[in-house]
């Protein structure tokens, strides 16, 4: 049964190690966390996997000019990248960093198989690079001012001995990947931009250096070092047993997604989908481009001294309102705002008010009530049915929307529902049932509905926020194990036991006083 279960293979970038993560990594990394935990709860078998880039000039640089080594420098940066991601609750199976073994091995292995096939040659390389992109651009592709047209820096004139990818053989077969696959690339527009870029003329990449050496040496030709690109992407083959566990391998290959920022979508789709082809291995299934963070119209960015640090975000506010509003507030692939006003808005309306009054008014009730026991509950009214086919409809609806990646609609759609719990509450006011002994039934039903309602309201949050979905399992009692919870027990009303007992409210937010 085992062999059969469905498999899910999502990667996010490996994040360069050249400062320190702001919020807008913290971003990329839970919007994957998210659907890597959905995909769980729906039953899939999950990679997920994240890590670091390590190599390239403007590492080596920043290193010396500490005076370190490039990997001692790394090794402290990359601590707090893994530091971050347990604070933050990302679930990844693997982090893999460019500078192990293990993936030296499968760069180089790659290097050498398209050499041999004939698609990598020597040449000499005279053109314009951009060291803190780490890109080569051509004169056309240039800003306004004539300076790289990502981060608007200089650039410098290069010229070198160097390997070639004959990437130009592989134009038309990606353009047409692109074209006959509409899943292949999203969202739609960044689909448009790749097929125009393409349509430019694809030139061969230049994918070796010699002016520095940190990097993964070319085989057989020491002094050149690996083009970071070329390294960095052929990092989603390595943990899944690209060279050492065939199975597994053919188990997780192709990705299903590999979610990046918009402004890589261009290496992600063209350059590995290039190399994927030389290599004879097919292309992931989907790369998906979201946006960027912006504060005041800007992205973040360390030279722009606007960076938001996730780790004190964390440490006022907590790691379940950080990941709540990053995927409630942006709409995936479009660029979004950070805003710290808008955070505390959301903490104390959606968070302290809306779910946490829920389960706090839910479980003081029946404890008050009838003595933290759920009694048998009947069909009841109107009101009550359409109230749990509300419940249903949201999970199944919910399901859908997180398998089209609309993840900031899931989340609304969920907390329409956790509104749409509290008028019931308001409309069927349980105090004035509980006054009178020929109502009991009634607030049987309706104390239970609310129960169940919560039990799945936390099923479908667990994917967002996993410690807040955690607490309010706990506080229900419920007694299957929180890990093996799945989607479709969302999707059923009424799986908490008759005469089962709750547990008595623990706050879930703390109201944020703005001073
Ligand atoms: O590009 N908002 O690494 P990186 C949203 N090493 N996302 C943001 C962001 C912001 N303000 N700032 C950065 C690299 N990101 C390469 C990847 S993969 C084989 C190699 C996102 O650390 C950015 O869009 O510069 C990108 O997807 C990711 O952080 C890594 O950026």
Same mark, same amino acid.
């Given at each position: 049964?085992?062999?059969?279960?469905? @498999?899910?293979?999502?990667?996010?970038?490996?994040?360069?190690?050249? #400062?320190?993560?702001?919020?807008?990594?913290?971003?990329?990394?839970?919007? #994957?966390?998210?659907?890597?935990?959905?995909?769980?709860?729906?039953?899939?078998?999950?990679?997920?996997? @994240?890590?670091?880039?390590?190599?390239?000039?403007?590492?080596?640089?920043?290193?010396?000019?500490?005076?370190?080594?490039?990997?001692?420098?790394?090794?402290?940066?990359?601590?707090? +990248?893994?530091?971050?991601?347990?604070?933050?609750?990302?679930?990844?199976?693997?982090?893999?960093? @460019?500078?192990?073994?293990?993936?030296?091995?499968?760069?180089?292995?790659? +290097?050498?198989?398209?050499?041999?096939?004939?698609?990598?040659?020597?040449?000499?390389?005279?053109?314009?690079?951009? @060291?803190?992109?780490?890109?080569?651009?051509?004169?056309?592709?240039?800003?306004?001012?004539? /300076? /790289?047209?990502?981060?608007?820096? =200089?650039?410098?004139?290069?010229?070198?001995?160097?390997?070639?990818?004959?990437?130009?053989?592989?134009?038309?077969?990606?353009?047409?990947?692109?074209?006959?696959?509409?899943?292949?690339?999203?969202?739609?527009?960044?689909?448009?931009?790749?097929?125009?870029?393409?349509?430019?003329?694809?030139?061969?990449?230049?994918?070796?250096?010699?002016?520095?050496?940190?990097?993964?040496?070319?085989? !057989?030709?020491?002094?050149?070092?690996?083009?970071?690109?070329?390294?960095?992407?052929?990092?989603?083959?390595?943990?899944?047993?690209?060279?050492?566990?065939?199975?597994?391998?053919?188990?997780?290959?192709?990705?299903?997604?590999?979610?990046?920022?918009?402004?890589?979508?261009?290496?992600?789709?063209?350059?590995?989908? /290039?190399?994927?082809?030389?290599?004879?291995?097919?292309? =992931?299934?989907?790369?998906?481009?979201? !946006?960027?963070?912006?504060?005041?119209?800007?992205?973040?960015?360390?030279?722009?001294?606007?960076?938001?640090?996730?780790?004190?975000?964390?440490?006022?506010?907590?790691?379940? #309102?950080?990941?709540?509003?990053?995927?409630?507030?942006?709409?995936?692939?479009?660029?979004?705002?950070?805003?710290?006003?808008?955070?505390?808005?959301?903490?104390?309306?959606?968070?302290?008010?809306?779910?946490?009054?829920?389960?706090?008014?839910?479980?003081?009730?029946?404890?008050?009530?009838?003595?933290?026991?759920?009694?048998?509950?009947?069909?009841?009214?109107?009101?009550?049915?359409?109230?749990?086919?509300?419940?249903?409809?949201?999970?199944?609806?919910?399901?859908?929307?997180?398998?089209?990646?609309?993840?900031?609609?899931?989340?609304?759609?969920?907390?329409?529902?956790?509104?749409?719990?509290?008028?019931?509450?308001?409309?069927?006011?349980?105090?004035?049932?509980?006054?009178?002994?020929?109502?009991?039934?009634?607030?049987?039903?309706?104390?239970?509905?609310?129960?169940?309602?919560?039990?799945?309201?936390?099923?479908?949050?667990? =994917?967002?926020?996993?410690?807040?979905?955690?607490?309010?399992?706990?506080?229900?009692?419920?007694? #299957?194990?929180?890990?093996?919870?799945?989607?479709?027990?969302?999707?059923?009303?009424?799986?908490?036991?008759?005469?089962?007992?709750?547990?008595?409210?623990?706050?879930?937010?703390?109201?944020?006083?703005?001073?």
């Amino acid at each position: 049964m085992c062999e059969n279960k469905k @498999t899910f293979y999502i990667t996010t970038p490996i994040y360069y190690p050249s #400062a320190k993560l702001h919020i807008g990594h913290a971003y990329c990394t839970t919007i #994957a966390d998210a659907v890597a935990r959905f995909k769980r709860l729906a039953g899939y078998d999950v990679f997920f996997l @994240t890590g670091s880039d390590e190599h390239g000039q403007k590492l080596q640089r920043t290193a010396e000019s500490q005076g370190l080594k490039p990997i001692e420098y790394i090794d402290k940066i990359v601590a707090g +990248f893994k530091e971050l991601w347990q604070r933050l609750e990302i679930s990844n199976d693997d982090f893999i960093r @460019t500078s192990e073994p293990r993936h030296h091995k499968v760069v180089q292995e790659i +290097f050498r198989r398209i050499q041999e096939k004939g698609d990598i040659y020597k040449g000499e390389y005279t053109g314009l690079y951009c @060291t803190p992109c780490e890109s080569y651009w051509t004169e056309l592709q240039l800003d306004e001012n004539g /300076c /790289c047209p990502d981060c608007h820096r =200089p650039v410098e004139k290069v010229s070198e001995e160097a390997y070639f990818f004959k990437m130009s053989k592989y134009a038309d077969a990606v353009l047409k990947h692109i074209e006959d696959n509409p899943d292949f690339l999203e969202p739609k527009s960044r689909r448009n931009e790749m097929i125009n870029f393409i349509k430019q003329g694809l030139e061969d990449l230049c994918i070796s250096r010699t002016s520095f050496d940190w990097g993964i040496p070319v085989p !057989g030709d020491e002094k050149h070092v690996i083009y970071v690109w070329f390294d960095a992407l052929t990092n989603y083959l390595t943990p899944i047993g690209f060279l050492d566990d065939e199975k597994k391998f053919a188990k997780f290959w192709p990705a299903d997604l590999h979610l990046v920022g918009k402004e890589i979508v261009r290496f992600h789709t063209i350059i590995w989908g /290039c190399i994927l082809m030389a290599l004879g291995i097919e292309l =992931p299934k989907k790369v998906y481009g979201h !946006g960027w963070l912006i504060i005041e119209g800007d992205k973040m960015s360390k030279s722009k001294g606007n960076v938001v640090d996730p780790m004190l975000l964390i440490d006022e506010f907590g790691a379940d #309102a950080i990941r709540y509003f990053l995927l409630r507030e942006i709409t995936l692939g479009q660029d979004g705002n950070f805003n710290r006003d808008a955070l505390i808005t959301r903490i104390n309306s959606d968070l302290a008010n809306d779910l946490g009054n829920l389960l706090h008014r839910t479980l003081n009730m029946i404890g008050k009530f009838q003595k933290g026991i759920l009694y048998p509950a009947t069909e009841g009214t109107e009101l009550d049915q359409s109230f749990r086919a509300e419940a249903i409809e949201t999970a199944k609806e919910y399901r859908r929307m997180m398998e089209e990646m609309q993840i900031s609609d899931a989340v609304k759609i969920v907390w329409k529902f956790i509104g749409r719990s509290n008028k019931y509450i308001d409309e069927t006011m349980p105090w004035k049932l509980a006054k009178d002994e020929n109502s009991a039934q009634e607030l049987s039903n309706v104390l239970y509905n609310l129960a169940e309602s919560l039990r799945i309201v936390g099923i479908l949050i667990s =994917p967002f926020m996993p410690a807040t979905a955690k607490k309010i399992h706990e506080q229900l009692k419920i007694s #299957a194990p929180f890990e093996e919870i799945k989607l479709e027990d969302a999707e059923t009303f009424g799986k908490i036991e008759v005469n089962h007992e709750v547990g008595k409210p623990e706050q879930l937010f703390p109201r944020i006083e703005v001073k």
